[in-house]
């Protein structure tokens, strides 16, 4: 992809699971009962806002809850929107607009996250990622050249001798490691950048988090990549980060001043 075997890159599609899988096999425990015993449920809870108890809330099928996560959004936004930007060589940066954003909401007596879901991310060159529960599983790069698709166990390219094509040696190698694991401890020692650094990571999920907010006001929003703040939208802005409540707030407070 970075070595134009597919052309021009015209557009890039993110298909990621839908629906709220009940994981947890909780989803129908709804109502609320007394707090286990040996369970912190209020450190659980931690700077989230104060809500009843029930089983459904809690342990694996928390994702579910904007209280507390984004949904499959989320949930998967860091797998396949990370490997797109790669592709699109803007893994350190970010869109310029949210648009285009459609939404089918959980119904669920706690459950509140989308279900289905689609958006369109606009980069500064044109080229326009779309992240939705409705295309392939997995991500797709559209070139005037042709086309590639991958996911976290297969890839298959159109036409298909793109997959043999031959990387030259003066062409671009990305970095490989056979072992992230391994390769963490190796850049902990070496002080070299590791293979998924944190600032990449918060580049992939960021698009999660531009979605939900586009979704949820149900308007195309203009972002700033450099400064990380919506350039339309106050509202969206202060939707970018979270109140807390007691004690955590003044927790927080301390540790920022």
């Not at 109140?243 to 003044?250: N, T």
């Amino acid at each position: 992809m970075r070595n134009g075997r597919i052309g021009e890159l015209k557009s890039v599609t993110c298909g990621l699971p839908g629906g709220t899988p009940d994981f947890g096999k909780t989803g129908d425990q709804t109502e609320t009962i007394l707090v286990p015993k040996n369970f912190n449920y209020d450190l659980w809870l931690g700077p989230a806002p104060e809500a009843p108890y029930c089983p459904a809330r809690t342990h694996v099928n928390f994702r579910w809850i904007l209280d507390y996560s984004g949904g499959m959004v989320t949930d998967w936004g860091g797998h396949h929107p990370d490997i797109a930007q790669c592709g699109m060589n803007t893994e350190y940066t970010g869109p310029v607009k949210v648009r285009n954003a459609r939404v089918k909401w959980a119904d669920h007596p706690i459950w509140n996250t989308a279900t289905e879901f689609y958006f369109e991310c606009v980069y500064a060159n044109g080229v326009v990622l779309t992240i939705t529960d409705q295309a392939e599983h997995g991500v797709t790069f559209t070139g005037s050249e042709g086309t590639l698709w991958a996911n976290r166990g297969d890839y298959r390219s159109d036409p298909p001798n793109l997959i043999g094509s031959k990387i030259g040696n003066e062409e671009l190698r990305l970095y490989n490691s056979e072992d992230h694991y391994r390769n963490f401890i190796d850049c902990v020692i070496s002080r070299k950048e590791a293979i998924a650094p944190a600032e990449v990571a918060h580049r992939s999920i960021t698009l999660a988090h531009l979605g939900n907010i586009a979704m949820k006001l149900e308007t195309d929003l203009d972002w700033d990549p450099i400064k990380e703040i919506f350039s339309n939208n106050e509202i969206a802005n202060k939707m970018l980060s979270r109140s807390m409540r007691a004690p955590w707030d003044k927790v927080y407070a301390g540790l920022v001043n």
